[in-house]
């Protein structure tokens, strides 16, 4: 079974400096996995996923990720936040197995950005 | 332009009435899905679609029904049956379903269901 857990429900950086959101992963088989940012009242969009091939990812609006897998770790970064960026972020993890590939979400991490 | 069109962006339901979700995609997606949201919580998935006049439950499905007549439109029923409705409704497309690995789900906008 896969799960993925987000270590922090909240995080609050000042604009300007660097954006750090946790995830980990439990799974059985290689697992692809996602982030997404959701703004208030708004769908979720993609901000960058890994598929197997190199372990740093590079999304839209600067953000980035790196794919751990001793650590089983997929945390999201970004050097400096601008507030645009104050959003629900969610990790997910989606894994193959015999009769498909389900995704399974993170609780998210709420960003706030302080001017 | 391209993309999932939810309505309404917001419904109140009675106690004991049927409400239609409504999701259309212009993408050409094979896959959609429904997702369930409450205030601080992840996804849920609720039905999901992989083809047209075929369609398997998730993880919440008890209190939903679904249809896909049609590879473009994907709505959801939330029946009187759902003791908790509340909350968020998120459908979502990609262009082949879950046995995909890396498959890219893209979601519509949602639309907020509330109980009066």
């Known amino acids: 079974a896969q799960s993925v857990t987000q270590l922090d429900s909240h995080v609050s950086v000042s604009e300007g400096t660097p954006v750090l959101l946790r995830c980990n992963y439990s799974s059985s088989y290689s697992p692809s996995l996602f982030w997404y940012v959701q703004h208030p009242n708004k769908g979720l969009q993609l901000l960058l996923k890994?598929?197997?091939?190199?372990?740093l990812v590079k999304g839209i609006n600067g953000f980035e990720a790196e794919f751990k897998k001793s650590e089983t770790s997929f945390h999201l970064t970004k050097p400096s936040a601008h507030m645009s960026d104050a959003a629900e972020y969610f990790c997910v993890v989606s894994e193959s197995w015999n009769a498909g590939n389900m995704l399974t979400f993170g609780g998210g991490t709420r960003l706030m950005v302080k001017p | 332009d391209g993309g999932i069109t939810q309505s309404p962006k917001y419904l109140f339901r009675k106690e004991g009435q049927n409400v239609t979700l409504s999701c259309e995609q212009n993408?050409?997606?094979?896959?959609m899905y429904w997702y369930r949201q409450d205030p601080g919580q992840g996804l849920r998935l609720i039905y999901y679609?992989?083809?047209?006049?075929?369609?398997q439950k998730g993880d919440i499905a008890e209190g939903y029904s679904v249809s896909r007549e049609k590879k473009e439109s994907f709505p959801l029923t939330v029946t009187s049956a759902q003791k908790n409705p509340t909350a968020f409704y998120l459908c979502a497309s990609s262009i082949k379903g879950f046995d995909a690995i890396g498959n890219t789900i893209y979601f519509g906008e949602g639309s907020w269901l509330t109980v009066v």
């Open positions: 993408l050409n997606h094979d896959a």
């Open positions: 679609s992989q083809i047209v006049n075929d369609f």
């Open positions: 890994y598929t197997s091939a190199a372990t």
